[in-house]
């Protein structure tokens, strides 16, 4: 089953797969971008035409994920790990408390730039089962006067997803959705602030999309290094600075694939086809394989699965990659396999990938 281009299926967690369509527009518009005689690369950022990009990108994703009116769009740069930082300096006042909500590595990361700030209390830490499973956030005991909840919608090395927004929190919810933003429909209402890395669901790596409620922005304090405030990005249109110019164009082009595929409800469909594959031969393989993640949290984006043994692991990783299934290795902390399959990840490769661990399974068990 050949592939457009000879690509390989790439499993990789992130950077990844771009939607080929996207690809072959940004090749087309390389040299010539609209008309205009240079690439979106060779472009001022206070061009006519560069305004109108970055303009018709967030206009773009305000129509897939239905954000309402209040809330702020913000381009902004430093990744998702930035914003671990920025959320407490802005929101999280030197002698008060925020609540943090841990299911996975990156949810560590986030407490551990909180504690530079304040007082991040852990209501939930998942480390006793190896973060293999999401709580319900409406029933967590909460610290009274905690200026927001921070939570990890989907994380990305375990493969945990809560896989509902988060109905029912009182305060402000803040959520580091990079690695499933725009995997399926979401309520933007129910978050304070979304925040997300553009390098698995939206495009290079470069970009930080931010969404922000604007009452947030005005509580943002004075004096704040220019760009680690809020405020001033929003009241400079994410340009307070040179943005990263590319990488919105490209997530661009995404939302405009996404928005041509039929929106965030079809990508859920196929998204939850595609992951039913790959469990269906975890759970069909007679223990063979395990799946890392609780059955009510198993993530869409990033499958992880364990062999019964590290040498059977290696051999795993080796023979997928030989028949170019490439970037399986799971994460160290987890063990085993790990295969990302993001909105642009074919459906094909999933099947294939299925079919390939059924035949090793068979071979080795
Ligand atoms: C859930 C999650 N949060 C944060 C990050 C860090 O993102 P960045 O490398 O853009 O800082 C990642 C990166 O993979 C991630 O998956």
Redesign the pocket.
């Known amino acids: 089953m050949s592939q457009p281009y000879e690509r390989i299926f790439n499993f990789s967690?992130?950077p990844c797969t771009l939607p080929v369509p996207v690809l072959e527009k940004a090749r087309d518009e390389m040299l010539n971008a609209k008309g205009t005689g240079m690439s979106v690369m060779e472009m001022s950022h206070r061009s006519k035409p560069y305004e109108a990009i970055i303009q018709k990108a967030e206009a773009d994703l305000r129509k897939l994920m239905a954000i309402p009116e209040g809330y702020r769009v913000l381009f902004l740069q430093?990744?998702?790990?930035?914003?671990?930082s920025m959320v407490p300096m802005c929101f999280l006042p030197k002698d008060g408390d925020a609540d943090y909500v841990v299911t996975?590595s990156?949810?560590v990361?986030?407490v551990e730039a909180a504690c530079l700030e304040g007082c991040a209390n852990v209501i939930y830490d998942a480390k006793a089962t190896n973060y293999d499973r999401a709580p319900l956030l409406r029933d967590l005991d909460r610290t009274p006067g905690a200026s927001y909840l921070h939570f990890?919608?989907?994380?990305?090395?375990q493969g945990v997803d809560f896989l509902a927004d988060p109905e029912g929190v009182t305060g402000d919810v803040i959520c580091?959705?990079?690695?499933n933003i725009l995997s399926r429909p979401c309520d933007v209402s129910s978050y304070s602030m979304i925040y997300?890395?553009?390098?698995?669901n939206m495009g290079p790596?470069g970009v930080?999309v931010v969404i922000m409620r604007q009452d947030l922005i005005d509580r943002v304090p004075a004096n704040l290094h220019p760009m680690l405030d809020y405020r001033l990005q929003a009241a400079n249109d994410s340009m307070y600075n040179t943005p990263p110019c590319y990488s919105i164009y490209m997530c661009g082009l995404v939302y405009e694939w996404l928005l041509e595929l039929g929106g965030l409800d079809k990508m859920r469909e196929i998204n939850e086809a595609k992951a039913m594959v790959i469990y269906h031969a975890i759970d069909g393989s007679g223990g063979f394989y395990k799946a890392h993640a609780q059955p009510g949290s198993r993530s869409r984006m990033n499958v992880t699965f364990t062999l019964p043994s590290d040498e059977l692991t290696d051999a795993f990783i080796k023979e997928a990659k030989a028949q170019r299934l490439d970037g399986l290795t799971g994460h160290r902390s987890v063990g085993g396999a790990r295969a990302s399959i993001y909105n642009a990840f074919p459906r094909e490769g999933c099947e294939v990938l299925a079919a390939f661990m059924k035949d090793f399974a068979s071979k080795n068990g």
């Open positions: 967690a992130g430093g990744g998702a790990s930035l914003q671990f996975g990156w949810g990361k986030a990890t919608s989907n994380e990305t090395i580091d959705m990079s690695s997300a890395g553009a390098q698995k790596a930080v």
